[in-house]
């Protein structure tokens, strides 16, 4: 008993021991934090010189929350900026943030629009999101047969590009 409570002192005076590695937590936090904030100030300075690469990574640190608080509406301006630019990884973020409502008000058409631009510069996600935001029933209705699916251009694009197809029926065209 007289050992443990020699050592739980011994302990203790060792943490509280000035120029102790663990005497200032918070400072080794703050010194964190600074340089974080300067990588943001940054990133942020290169967006606002145009540069699209910064400006999609910014979008990304707004929509992922980290090192700033997640706002959907930032994320989608500089997500906004950087597809103007041409940014396929862009315009599918913007189109998703279009699709789901999330910053910006739910709008299905932009969402395609978005979806499309980066699908045309090859993004595959782009285009399975672009397939997909048709309803089934609305395709149906536009005379497909039941059982089969509609396809977007750019997946018999990619069929006659090798890209493995699906276990579903593919219909020949629209």
């Not at 100030?41 to 690469?53: F, I």
Request: glycine residues 8%.
């Amino acid at each position: 008993m007289r050992f443990q409570k020699c050592l739980a002192i011994a302990v203790v005076l060792l943490y509280l021991r000035p120029g102790s590695a663990q005497s200032d937590p918070v400072s080794c936090a703050s010194k964190r934090q600074t340089a974080e904030s300067t990588k943001l100030l940054n990133l942020r300075r290169k967006a606002e010189t145009g540069d699209a690469s910064a400006q999609y990574i910014l979008g990304n640190v707004y929509v992922n929350g980290s090192s700033v608080l997640r706002d959907y509406k930032e994320a989608a301006r500089w997500y906004s900026a950087a597809a103007a630019q041409g940014s396929a990884s862009a315009q599918f973020m913007l189109g998703y943030l279009f699709e789901h409502g999330l910053g910006v008000s739910q709008d299905y058409a932009e969402a395609a629009r978005q979806y499309r631009a980066a699908a045309e510069q090859g993004h595959a996600i782009a285009e399975n999101n672009l397939a997909g935001l048709v309803p089934a029933r609305s395709r149906c209705a536009q005379g497909c047969e039941p059982g089969r699916r509609v396809v977007s251009p750019f997946s018999r694009t990619r069929r006659h590009h090798g890209a493995m197809q699906s276990g579903f029926p593919v219909s020949s065209g629209p």
